[in-house]
């Protein structure tokens, strides 16, 4: 039996931020599979995480522990090798900022798939770009990665970014991450991608663009059909 395990769905990008740390500290894991984007959600998830009843869920020696960025936080104090944050104590501070920071601004970049209509794809586009603004101004500076040179804890947690927000610019038609508007986050997703553990990790382009266009499909269906029985 594994002594560490991962439950996910593959099109997560919070799932993938907890592979990526397993990954980048050199620990095996067991990879389970959740069938819940079906509404059939397997009975070790609910006992797992009976409070959320979502992935991911990380299994350390049968004991669960949910939410990404606290699993990326147990990683870290758990396999101190190749570490995500930095030994100063005010840097580590700024990393869990801007950790937090990508954590709470997640549903904002995903609201761009679940807008309808024109206008409020229109105003979801410019609410990204303003937190996109953010993050070049202030965020990642003149930094290769958030967290300097290497890749970080605080790459991980925003690698979202790098992976599927040009998914989300495909499936609503828009252009939110352009060379000229954003030219460091520009060049951040190119190095991020570039990084072994994350280009042998991110799922299938057309796959995802694929689920995503399903996923959108159904929001504006069920958006009209509530409109139709108002």
């Known amino acids: 039996m594994a002594e560490v395990k991962v439950l996910g769905v593959w099109p997560s990008p919070f799932v993938h931020r907890v592979i990526w740390a397993l990954k980048h500290k050199g620990v095996n894991y067991e990879y389970i599979e959740e069938e819940y984007l079906f509404n059939n959600k397997s009975e070790f998830l609910l006992q797992s995480n009976p409070v959320h009843e979502k992935v991911p869920v990380l299994i350390h020696r049968g004991k669960p522990i949910a939410e990404s960025a606290i699993i990326l936080e147990y990683i870290e104090e758990t396999w101190p090798q190749n570490p995500l944050l ?10 869990r ?41 202030h ?66 382009r057309q796959k995802l663009i694929s689920f995503f266009k399903h996923h959108k499909e159904a929001i504006v269906a069920l958006n009209r059909h509530h409109r139709m029985i108002q």
């Open 86 to 95: 930095p030994q100063d104590p005010y840097e580590r501070a700024m990393a």
């Open 139 to 204: 965020g990642l500076g003149k930094k290769k990665f958030f967290g300097g040179e290497e890749i970080a804890m605080a790459d991980l947690a925003l690698g979202s970014i790098a992976c599927w927000l040009e998914i989300f610019e495909e499936v609503v038609g828009v252009k939110l991450i352009e060379r000229a508007s954003f030219p460091r986050l520009h060049q951040w997703i190119q190095n991020f991608k570039k990084v072994p553990l994350i280009k042998d990790s991110i799922p299938d």
């Open 97 to 137: 900022f801007w950790i937090k920071s990508g954590e709470d601004k997640a549903l904002s970049f995903s609201a761009i798939m679940r807008a309808v209509g024109e206008d409020n794809e229109k105003k979801a586009a410019n609410e990204c770009r303003e937190l996109l603004q953010i993050l070049e101004k």
